[in-house]
């Protein structure tokens, strides 16, 4: 059972050399965020590494013991370079087998497609004692082993998996959030800001400058689990601007 | 002086909470990927942290100590919620200090903006003992700080601090790479793929699949840092390819 008065935790590995060189841009670090956002899971720290087997263990044994889960994406299609599904297993100390129904599954997708290979058969390899994730879109499937979540580094496949998974995961206290936007440099209200977050201790108070047609504004983001705290909160931020000239857009800018 | 021989390494650290609930999306991985290739300096890893400052000094003294250079982006404004320089000071066992250098620029600055307030004085704390990195777009520096990098989170005001710094750090041996092209599955060519990158013991192939038009290909890049190695590694790969009737783009598709 959910324990709704503690707040739930989730990291994010990003395996992938691809990113590290600055040829592919990262999608799912923002797509995941958002996702366990809605799920009450707070994302508290991504890694990116590269394809190594050590450097993967080490963020995986590192990020499980202190989450309460962890995330992979990337790392397990059918060539030499995906190397995922063989780096946990050696985190988690298990041995990597073939999944009966992740072979099912590639079957009958590569019947008509030349059949299945030695190589296709790697992407039904799995740590031992781990299941599936369906993926209704594409049919490859990820790994949840324990707390860990073994995504594809593809993002419309990884969103296949991520609809899969909607709603299984324990959540804890929503983080609830109000965006209120100004034509405001922010460093005119920084001591408002940190007043205003002072006096509401259950509240964390973001302030995100932008420059748009010449013209200085910042969005103040205030998070809270308590509804009535970020409501007080908010309306301190709003009526404190508006003391100083400066009106306030509930949502944002 | 350089040493070519070897392979210099960097270690980027994302601050900020905005980038890990998925309100924003990150830019400044990519952004300073592709500057750290340009400098001959491979990005060995990445993380994304909270605005906490234990978090940012976890990550600060374990990269730091297995890296080259270690960059920050994030948490250097006005705001409350900027600690990025006090956490780095903690980090490394320094005080923060008020920049001479910093304080003259922001006075400038804010001559005709109503003044070097406090809150816009914290702009020019420093870990004692640290330099500015001049930005011509905006006028806010970066700190450098021995091996420490402390960037802007607005990619556009990390890009003048970039600039500023290009050319100025030691590289190693540049990473070459050239990408070669294939309507194939990877799946079909994983063999081949493993058997290249065996036989060119200087080479990594990576390889990205797409789908394009109800088509399958993908891109295979291939890295070295010895140009006669890369070049003989495509070689191989596009025969191959060719051998078994699927040609290969050079350049990639």
Sequence with gaps: MADSSRIYTAALIVIGDEIL????????????????????????????????????????????ARNDYVFTTGGIGPTHDDITVDAIAQAVGVNVVVHPQARAIL????????????????????????????????????????????????????????EALTGTLEGGAPLLSETVGCWVAESEVADLLRLTEKAHASCQIGSYPFWREGRTGANFVIRSTDANELAACSRALIDGLAAIDKPAFAGGI
Tied chains: 1, 2.
């Design 107 to 162: 079957e009958d997708y590569y019947q008509e497609r030349g059949g299945l290979t030695d190589a296709r058969l790697r992407m039904a390899r799995v740590p031992e004692g781990a299941e599936l994730i369906p993926n209704r879109y594409t049919g490859a499937p990820g790994i949840k082993f324990e707390n860990l979540f073994i995504m594809a580094g593809v993002p419309q496949i990884t969103a296949g998996m991520l």
């Design 21 to 64: 060189s600055g040829r592919t841009h990262d999608k799912n670090i923002a797509q995941i965020a958002g996702w366990l956002g809605v799920q009450n899971i707070r994302l508290a720290e991504v890694r990116v590494v590269a394809d190594v087997t050590a450097a993967i263990v080490e963020a995986v044994n590192t990020l499980r």
